[in-house]
């Protein structure tokens, strides 16, 4: 089995800083493409960025020049480094990562989500 955890979200004024971090352990033999996802109240779930093994990175248009997405890969774990928040950026982030298991199964797995709220 496969679990991601993440942590780091909360309340931030404005303008302020928020540091994600999701961690993934269980039965994984690699790791391949990492990302943050959110969702909005009444919103569909959208990428936020991702993050592939090799360190190519990808964003979203509105958080370009804002948000930075990293990984470990020896602790298996993907990072958001968010800057300049707005309160358009409040929202439910979830990571995901595609994951091959030791039995050789391959999927696409997700953490519990954690709340960012953008306000003064």
């Known amino acids: 089995q496969v679990q991601l955890v993440e942590s780091g979200g909360g309340l931030v004024q404005p303008g302020g800083s928020l540091s994600l971090s999701c961690a993934a352990s269980?039965?994984?033999?690699?790791?391949?493409?990492m990302g943050w996802y959110r969702q909005a109240p009444g919103k569909q779930r959208e990428l936020v960025a991702d993050i592939t093994r090799g360190g190519n990175t990808n964003y979203a248009d509105s958080v370009k020049g804002r948000f930075t997405i990293s990984r470990d890969n020896a602790k298996n774990t993907v990072y958001l480094q968010m800057n300049s928040l707005k309160p358009e950026d409040t929202a439910v982030y979830y990571c995901?990562?595609?994951?091959?298991?030791?039995?050789?199964?391959?999927?696409?797995?997700w953490g519990q989500g954690t709340q960012v709220t953008v306000s003064s």
């Open positions: 269980g039965s994984i033999f690699s790791i391949n493409a």
């Open positions: 995901n990562a595609g994951i091959t298991l030791y039995d050789g199964t391959t999927g696409f797995f």
